[in-house]
Structures are given as structure tokens and as C-alpha cells.
């Protein structure tokens, strides 16, 4: 797949146009799509539609092709496993490559404590199971989330995810005993509030309007996703493992979206040596094949009972090969150091936008997990129409660029590790233009 930009037709393309119509009479209008083009084929940081237009990928599928599209050790992974057997269900007749992910998940997760991994499908299955090992290993009911958190779309993850729309509009009653507490948000929260300050915040709101004794466990993403990939301040996250411990609660860290080299370490938690009770993992751990898993501490994930954790695909054979192989690419092809590269070139890209436009009121996150939060002339109030234009016009001249945040004001940045600099440079460059293109719109808009 040639790694460059490339538009043959205009956008969207005729048979892109015509697949387009067919999806809009066959599925379900509640799943939309970001960009209106269909995928032929991908690999690298590139993908191409049906009529032959190359996109550069700032989005891997949302997180999950972190060792580039179509990574050549995982289609190969894949077709030797789907060769000799596609499921038997691992809880009839278990095999290898389960075995082998969980042992490495044990290795690569924080902390080198005895630890054991359970597998499944989705990243809100694993979530909600962490919530079921947390509530049997404590004994305990209330699951503490976090303002801004996005942790799935199934009935219990919904009552944890914190935005309406689209998440829960018009889809309760939800599940119970789940408590919200405010986040570390430094751009928004007031000067010079430390992490350990934000975390005392918190503390008191879960004291006051939970009770620590009633506290199954806190469930964090260490550096936040969809809510507007919100970096927490340093000493938050340690805060709040301390006192999960002295409390009796399990520290959840949800790295589903940060897991496996996106921020330029295996994990989030490792750059502050937070180590969590339990660690949730999907999106980038298969390579774009459909796994999760929960790994944590040996004695609490051994607190259920046999039989009480488990599903029919859960820990597929193809997607458990997929998953050895991705994981053994971060280690083989330097992804950590990549990560660390791209985060490198992309915020030098970022904060020369934030110099000369003053509409990028902060630039942040990790590795190549980054983020641009756009908002008004009062440099506070947040503008979600600049962000989905400037996302629209990218989109329109072949970059992928996905917005996030609870205002829709975030402009993110997930690129696949593998993607060349001078790949990464051309889609910033279609970015700058886009920003400058649409200067006049939005300020007049205001
Ligand atoms: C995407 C995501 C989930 C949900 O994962 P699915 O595979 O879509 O169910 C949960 N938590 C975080 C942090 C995520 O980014």
C-alpha cells in the first residue's frame, strides 16, 4: 500500500456515494459513520476507499490499529490461526494462544506482583468485568467513575460513562450504584490546582456522598478518551491509588484507550508508577481484531468463584494470535520509542498552530495520543462548530481526524505507530490549512 496521500475522485466518490445509500436503507440509522467514504483497503497509516482515494489515518479506528493497519506479522498471525481452527470456546476446550496473551498481559501490565488475566470481546465487557471481580473480591456495591469518563455503551458502562449524547439519551433506567466524582481537568480547573489537590476534590465527594467503606472499587482512565483526552495532573492519579488502598477499594485503571504503547509507555499508569488492582485492555492489544481483557492482582481475580467469568468468544483463537503478535511487534519494532516520536513531531506541530491561532486553547496528551481543545475569543468557552469544521475540511482534502470531548470541542490525534514522519508532517500541514481556511466562517459564527 503506497504510503501517501492520494485523491482520485472528489470525495465522496461515486461508488462510495452508492454503498452510502445502500447502508442508509440496510442499518440501524443509530450507527453513524465519521468519514463518508468506504474502506477497500488499509495498511501502514493509510487507508483507501472503493474508488481509490488514500486517507492518512489520524485515527486507527479510534486506537486500535496502534501497530499500523493490516501490521504484516498480524495478517500472518491470523491466517495461520484461522488455518487450523477458528473456536472451540475456550471454557470447552481451551488452547494455547489464550494462555500465552494472559501470561503476557501478566508480564507487560504495572506492577510485578503475581497477577491473572481474563479475556473477552469489547472493552465495555471487560470494564464490566473488572466492576463483577472488584464487587466479589470487596464484597462491596458502589463503583466510583469520573466526570468526563467514557467507559462503553452496554447497560452498566453506560451508567459510568458520563456524556448523554449520544451515549445514554432516551436508554435508562441504568445500572445502579455507580457515584461520579469530579476529575483533574488543568485547563479548566482553577490556577495551579495540583494533582494532589484535584485528588482531594474528589476524595471528599467520595467520602461525603458514597462512604469509603461502601467503595467496590474507582474505576479511572488514566488519561481520558472520548471526554476530551483530559491528562490529569501528576500526583492525581498516585492520590487516588493511595487511597483506594487505605480504603479497602480496588483501583481500576481503564486503559483501554491507552493501553499497549499509545502513550509511549505499555501503559498510562507506568509514567507516575501507579500500579493499578486491576488493568481493562482492548482497542489497540489485537491489532484490530476484537479482544479485551481484565489482568490484575493474582488473590482478587481469583476471588470468583469458577465458572462466574467467561463468554462464548471470549478470548478468541484468531484474535488471541492477533494479539501476540501485536504485542510482540511493540517490543520488536521499538513502539515505546516511536510513540515517544511521534508525540515529539506532533506537539511541535500542535503549539506552533496554538502561537499563531489563538482558538487552541491548550495542547495535550501523551505519546501519540494527543489533542488540540478549541475554544472562543474568552479563550474558555468551548467551539464544537471550528472543531467539526476543521475536522470536515481535513476529511475533505484526505486526512481522518476525529473529535471527542463532552462539548465536542476536541480535535484528537491517534495515529498508528508505524506512520512516517513525512506522513505525519503532510496531514499537519492539511491541518494548518484547515485551520486557516476556516478563520472567517467561525468568526463570524460568534
Ligand atoms: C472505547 C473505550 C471503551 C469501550 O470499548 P468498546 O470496545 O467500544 O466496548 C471503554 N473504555 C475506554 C477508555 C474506551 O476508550
Not at 51 to 68: E, H, K, P
Not at 72 to 88: K, L
Request: hydrophobic share 45%; with cysteine.
Amino acid at each position: 500500500m503506497p504510503q501517501s496521500r492520494h485523491l482520485a475522485t472528489e470525495l465522496p466518490g461515486p461508488r462510495s456515494r452508492a454503498l452510502m445509500a445502500r447502508k442508509t436503507s440496510a442499518v440501524a440509522g443509530g450507527v453513524g459513520t465519521t468519514v463518508p467514504v468506504f474502506a477497500a483497503r488499509a495498511g501502514g497509516g493509510i487507508v483507501e476507499d472503493v474508488d481509490g482515494n488514500r486517507f492518512v489515518d489520524l485515527g486507527s479506528g479510534i486506537a486500535v490499529t496502534t501497530v499500523g493497519a493490516s501490521n504484516p506479522a498480524v495478517v500472518a498471525a491470523v491466517q495461520e490461526q484461522v488455518a487450523a481452527f477458528t473456536h472451540t470456546c475456550f471454557m470447552v476446550t481451551p488452547y494455547e494462544p489464550y494462555v500465552a496473551v494472559a501470561e503476557k498481559l501478566n508480564e507487560v501490565t504495572p506492577g510485578d506482583h503475581a497477577k491473572k488475566t481474563a479475556l473477552f470481546n469489547s472493552g465495555a465487557e471487560a470494564v464490566e468485568n473488572a466492576v463483577k471481580i472488584a464487587r466479589h473480591a470487596t464484597g462491596r456495591d458502589a463503583v466510583v467513575v469520573f466526570d468526563h469518563a467514557y467507559h462503553g455503551r452496554t447497560n452498566l458502562t453506560m451508567a459510568m460513562t458520563a456524556k448523554a449524547m449520544p451515549y445514554k439519551s432516551g436508554f435508562g433506567p441504568f445500572a445502579g450504584e455507580v457515584y461520579r466524582a469530579p476529575m483533574s481537568y488543568p485547563f479548566r480547573d482553577p490556577e495551579g490546582m495540583t494533582g494532589e489537590q484535584a485528588a482531594a476534590r474528589a476524595i471528599a465527594v467520595i467520602e461525603a456522598q458514597v462512604g469509603a467503606d461502601q467503595v467496590a472499587c474507582v474505576v479511572i482512565e488514566p488519561v481520558q478518551g472520548e471526554g476530551g483526552f483530559i491528562e490529569p495532573a501528576p500526583g492525581f492519579l498516585p492520590a487516588l491509588a493511595a487511597w483506594c488502598r487505605q480504603s479497602g477499594a480496588l483501583f481500576v485503571a481503564d486503559e483501554v484507550q491507552t493501553g499497549v504503547a499509545r502513550t509511549g509507555d505499555w501503559f498510562a499508569c507506568d509514567r507516575e508508577g501507579v500500579v493499578p488492582d486491576l488493568v481493562v485492555v482492548a482497542k489497540g492489544v489485537a491489532g484490530g481484531m476484537p479482544l479485551s481483557a481484565v489482568t490484575g492482582r493474582a488473590e482478587l481475580v481469583d476471588a470468583v468463584h469458577t465458572g462466574g467469568l467467561g463468554g462464548t468468544y471470549g478470548g478468541n483463537p484468531v484474535a488471541c494470535a492477533a494479539a501476540l503478535a501485536a504485542l510482540d511487534s511493540v517490543e520488536r519494532d521499538g513502539l515505546l520509542q516511536r510513540a515517544r516520536a511521534v508525540e515529539a513531531l506532533v506537539t511541535g506541530r500542535l503549539h506552533a498552530l496554538a502561537a499563531r491561532d489563538s482558538r487552541v486553547g491548550d495542547v495535550r496528551g501523551r505519546g501519540a495520543m494527543l489533542a488540540v481543545e478549541l475554544v472562543g475569543a474568552d479563550g474558555l468557552t468551548p467551539d464544537p462548530a471550528l472543531a467539526a469544521a476543521v475536522a470536515g475540511a481535513a476529511k475533505a482534502q484526505g486526512v481522518i481526524v476525529l473529535t471527542c470531548g463532552t462539548h465536542g470541542n476536541v480535535l484528537r490525534f491517534l495515529p498508528p505507530l508505524t506512520i512516517s514522519d513525512e506522513l505525519l508532517h503532510d496531514a499537519f500541514d492539511v491541518l494548518d490549512a484547515a485551520f486557516a481556511a476556516t478563520s472567517t466562517t467561525t468568526a463570524s459564527a460568534r
